[in-house]
């Protein structure tokens, strides 16, 4: 059952403290699936070592704030401040409009990936997604965000174990999906999304359990820095395949780079502004903050043709999302330009 993300995801709250924190090599618990069902309100993250570095808040755009312009003129003129080109500074405590709405989109893009799984064990579609492609917003009933799904994507894990454990080795774990014409003209730009589905297999809870730390160019993802490592069941699970399965022929990795290419190539090299806005809870908030950084590491951002030059924008809205890897990790991601903003929760302390 899809949730009522308004109330849910951001609570009303007057103020809360806001913390800008950096990643680490300790990994998180798993999560469960759905959304942060009785938990304590969220506090929000950008993880960006130059916070010192943020315009003032004087220095934004007064469009966030103008009681005079639509929503939607707000968007198409302040999307790259929506999207973090400043680190989100002066807009989360309290939270700005505007950022909100984008949240509640993306975030329920994050939800409509659990919505759509099929883990009905006697279902012949088991594993796979229940609607089809071209059908798939609108079966959620989120044609309102005006977008087209133009890929699936499908995961595999090295883990080998009794077919009584597992009935499928390869699993729908979420799409790709680029804004329509007249979405593109409200947001500002063409936005290339990509929603990664959280923990529910039995093979994704092993994995997240695998938590262990190995160098990121060892599962052949570029690294300038040899000393960059991510926790090895998200890896895993983005870089596996398996040639016996036809899902898995490719694995995640090369399913969604050469989709994201190919759009890129389409509308960045058309003289569009394009931005890659990347989103996932739990899990999927793993395997997106990784592709972000694969994405920006590869190149895939930059784009030779008819458009400006300018790369376009990786944005990640993570929610409830473990740490992904050390230090060194953050530390690359912050210095390709990768936006992270993170869905925290922070436990009242009893005294």
């Given at each position: 059952m899809a949730l009522s993300l308004s109330a849910t995801l951001l609570p009303h709250h007057p103020r809360r403290s806001t913390d800008f924190s950096s990643s680490s090599s300790a990994p998180a618990s798993p999560q469960t699936h759905g959304f942060f069902s009785g938990q304590p309100p969220p506090t929000y993250s950008a993880l960006?070592?130059?916070?010192?570095n943020k315009l003032p808040t004087t220095c934004l755009p007064k469009v966030l704030s103008s009681s005079s312009c639509s929503s939607h003129s707000k968007l198409s003129h302040a999307w790259r401040q929506v999207h973090g080109e400043y680190d989100w500074a002066g807009l989360l405590d309290p939270m700005d409009p505007l950022l909100r709405?984008?949240?509640?989109?993306?975030?329920?893009?994050?939800?409509?990936?659990?919505?759509?799984?099929?883990?009905?064990?006697?279902?012949?579609?088991?594993?796979?997604?229940r609607f089809p492609r071209r059908a798939f917003l609108d079966?959620?009933?989120?044609?309102?965000?005006?977008?087209?799904?133009?890929?699936?994507?499908?995961?595999?894990?090295?883990?080998?174990?009794p077919n009584f454990f597992t009935k499928s080795r390869a699993n729908w774990i979420g799409y790709v999906a680029v804004s329509d014409d007249e979405t593109s003209r409200v947001l500002g730009r063409?936005?290339?999304?990509?929603?990664?589905?959280?923990?529910?297999?039995?093979?994704?809870?092993?994995?997240?359990?695998?938590?262990?730390?190995?160098?990121?160019?060892?599962k052949k993802i570029p690294s300038r820095d040899p000393r960059v490592?991510?926790?090895?069941?998200?890896?895993?699970?983005?870089?596996?395949?398996?040639?016996?399965?036809?899902?898995?022929?490719?694995?995640a990795r090369e399913q969604v780079l050469t989709e994201v290419k190919r759009l890129t190539e389409k509308y960045d090299g058309a003289g569009e502004e394009v931005s890659i806005t990347i989103t996932g809870h739990s899990l999927g908030s793993a395997l997106a903050t990784l592709s972000a950084y694969d994405i920006a590491e590869t190149g895939l951002n930059l784009v030779e043709g008819?458009?400006?030059?300018?790369?376009?924008?990786?944005?990640?809205?993570?929610?409830?999302?473990?740490?992904?890897?050390n230090v060194r990790f953050k530390e690359r991601l912050d210095f390709l330009g990768v936006k992270v903003l993170s869905r925290a929760v922070t436990r009242p302390v009893s005294v």
């Open positions: 960006a070592t130059n916070s010192n709405s984008e949240l509640i989109r993306y975030g329920e893009m994050a939800q409509s990936c659990y919505d759509a799984f099929d883990y009905d064990p006697f279902s012949y579609y088991f594993g796979g997604c079966s959620l009933h989120l044609t309102r965000h005006g977008y087209d799904v133009t890929r699936y994507l499908y995961a595999t894990a090295n883990i080998r174990l063409r936005d290339i999304a990509i929603a990664w589905r959280g923990t529910v297999t039995r093979l994704e809870w092993l994995a997240d359990l695998m938590n262990y730390l190995k160098p990121v160019d060892g490592k991510v926790q090895s069941g998200f890896v895993d699970l983005y870089t596996e395949k398996d040639d016996s399965c036809h899902f898995c022929k490719y694995s008819e458009g400006s030059g300018r790369p376009a924008p990786i944005c990640v809205f993570s929610f409830s999302g473990p740490r992904v890897g």
